[in-house]
């Protein structure tokens, strides 16, 4: 089965500092990979995804940006964090185990307290 | 565009049934999810439908109806640990694979 690693668990940042996020998948290959942010009380907003290695789609314009410099890895940057990017970032995965689709997999996520 | 829409909050009573409601408008359409999420945690899987019909595992079920654009998620001898939110999430396969979630429904559960 799929395993997603996400880390770390928290991080508090000072506004203005960069942001490295980093999630690696295990169990499956070529898998359709996300980056949602979660803020406090409210629903998962999809930021990027990825259906393979250099490709991105953003969904929402903001300070962050997303790389996939390798098939089971996808990385969360930001050059200058904002007070308002504070919040749940989430990584997931959709990929195909022994050629069935499987559900959109989730890590333990990041909770990110921008200061 | 896209819009997926669910209450915001229910209340039900622990043994009860309770059905949580999701419509969704997409410009494509290749299923529907339904999760549970507890406070501070990542979400959890609790089903994934893609064609018509009601989708059965233990207490919970899913019901999809394409033509309609709505589905509900339907759970059965609730208990306290039921208490938490509930996601739909749209597959959007015109748009790369793009999977969406609507607001999330906050459930709680009264004794």
């Known amino acids: 089965s799929q395993t997603i690693h996400q880390w770390p668990a928290t991080l508090v940042q000072p506004v203005g500092s960069p942001l490295s996020l980093e999630c690696t998948v295990e169990g499956t290959s070529n898998p359709n990979l996300y980056w949602y942010r979660q803020a406090a009380g409210r629903g998962l907003q999809l930021l990027f995804y990825s259906v393979g290695i250099g490709q991105i789609s953003s969904e929402v314009p903001q300070n962050l940006s997303a790389s996939r410099p390798q098939d089971r890895q996808f990385i969360l940057s930001s050059k200058k964090l904002l007070l308002s990017d504070s919040g749940f970032y989430l990584c997931a995965c959709f990929g195909t185990v022994t050629g069935a689709n499987s559900p959109l997999h989730f890590g333990n996520g990041t909770r990110l307290t921008v200061t | 565009g896209q819009n997926i829409d669910q209450p915001t909050e229910m209340t039900a009573t622990e043994g009860a049934i309770v059905q949580i409601n999701c419509t969704y408008q997409?410009?494509?359409?290749?299923?529907l999810f339904w999760y549970q999420q507890h406070a501070g945690e990542a979400p959890t899987f609790l089903s994934y439908n893609v064609l018509d019909g009601l989708e059965e595992k233990g207490r919970f079920s899913s019901f999809l109806s394409r033509s309609k654009g709505y589905s509900y998620l339907l759970l059965k001898e609730l208990q306290m640990k039921d208490s938490a939110s509930y996601l739909c999430?749209?597959?959007?396969?015109?748009?790369?694979?793009?999977?969406?979630f609507g607001k999330g429904t906050r459930l709680h559960i009264l004794p």
């Open positions: 999430a749209v597959r959007d396969r015109w748009g790369d694979d793009k999977i969406i």
């Open positions: 997409t410009s494509g359409f290749n299923g």
